[in-house]
């Protein structure tokens, strides 16, 4: 019987990817992906893979995410069903607070289980897809615009339209410069958006952001700090340009409180805010009854995390500003699937295999592993 299933095994892998280019956000720079890999085998001969992709300055660090797969979850749940998924998630919300990223991997592994054994793609299990592909969102963060202009010369090419600009990092006058350029270059032929990414003193934040307007970005993201939700309410009510929050809404709890102060217009859904994929679409179906727009957004991740967070964009009704996962593709050195993620002229693909559909590459995964927890 398929319901009699066990967990026979846990494995957390501790990876290290070099990226091919340091990017420089308003919250600091990033060369790498630090992540970690969870690998769920059962008694039936199935694996699940999930990805827990911490960032320390937004969500939290791989040390401690390792730790609450390896010391907390683990001891839990071998033994136990892999298909009584929101058990196993409710389990570890009560034993541990935070590490949303290996909760996120928890049940993503778990889903995978679940998908394979009845034969259907994550998405499926939530009510089916809206699309079979998503735009795909690039974010320009080099620390030399030349070569963010070459990448999106190459990259406009390729289909993409949607740029989403990293501000904040440096001079007011080299926002204005690139968001010049940009527009004089591709006119309206592309949409273009801005990330502060936490970078702006909300005592001046207007002021910045009326200049940025005068470019018509398609929406502005977390200006202010991720606490910050009462003057990021004021912008939101100041500036005509939508604002996005991403730091100041990770969970259903606080996306209540968002959409409750009107915080902003857009949410950025993120497994790794929310815990994984059920827990954003309880954030999506908040922002759904509030008139909030949601937004495909991701962290530092290995194919595995964008694969799970392109079946759940799938699996939103009304996602119509794109999703960002670039990096499998475009910025790390090399993935650790067998197959490569799929973004096809300027458009995510959604998988179409069992579960998370995705094989991983145990010699890559070897290669970039710098611990690993059996
Ligand atoms: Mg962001």
């Known amino acids: 019987m398929i319901t009699d299933q066990k967990i026979k095994e846990i494995k957390v892998h501790v990876i290290n990817i070099p990226a091919k280019a340091v990017h420089s ?46 010391n907390y979850i683990k001891p839990k749940i071998i033994g ?59 974010s320009v963060a080099n620390q030399n615009f030349e070569t963010d202009l070459e990448d999106i010369s190459r990259l406009y090419n390729e289909g993409i339209r949607l740029f989403k600009l990293k501000t904040g990092f440096n001079e007011h006058s080299f926002d204005l410069m690139r968001l010049e350029k940009l527009r004089k270059i591709y006119e309206d032929k592309i949409s273009l958006r801005v ?4 970078g702006l003193k909300a005592y001046n934040a207007i002021r910045i952001l009326k200049d940025i307007e005068s470019f018509k970005p398609e929406f502005i993201e977390q200006p202010v700090k991720k606490n910050e939700i009462e003057a990021l309410a004021e912008i939101t009510r100041i500036i005509d340009t939508p604002i996005m929050a991403d730091e100041s809404v990770f969970n259903p709890r606080e ?15 993120k497994i ?68 490569p993620f799929q973004v096809h002229e300027g458009q995510v693909i959604i998988p179409t295999k069992p579960g998370l559909g995705v094989e991983v590459n145990l010699d890559v995964l070897s290669k970039y592993r710098v611990s690993l927890f059996s």
């Open 80 to 138: 136990k069903n892999p298909l009584n998924v929101e058990a196993h998630l409710t389990m570890a919300d009560n034993i541990l607070v935070h590490c949303s990223e290996a909760k996120a991997a928890l049940e993503v592994a778990l889903l995978d289980i679940v998908g394979q054994t009845t034969k259907l793609p994550i998405v499926e299990l939530f009510g089916g897809r809206h699309c079979n592909s998503i735009p795909l969102s690039f």
């Open 195 to 198: 990330d502060y990414n936490q």
């Open 25 to 70: 956000h308003g919250s600091g720079d990033v060369a790498n992906i630090n992540s970690v890999i969870v690998q769920i085998t059962t008694d039936s001969g199935l694996t699940g893979w999930g990805e827990a992709a911490p960032w320390p300055v937004f969500t939290g660090t791989v040390e401690a995410n390792a730790a609450a797969l390896h």
């Open 272 to 339: 790794m805010k929310s815990g994984g994929i059920r827990r954003a679409i309880e954030v999506a179906s908040i922002a759904r009854a509030a008139g909030i727009s949601v937004y495909g957004g991701c962290m530092f991740e290995t194919g595995i995390a964008s694969t799970a967070g392109a079946h759940l964009m799938a699996a939103i009704p009304d996602l119509t500003l794109g999703c960002e996962f670039y990096m499998p593709t475009y910025y790390l050195q090399e993935d650790i699937l067998s197959k």
């Open 255 to 269: 996306a209540f409180i968002a959409a409750k102060m009107r915080v902003a217009d857009i949410f950025s859904l």
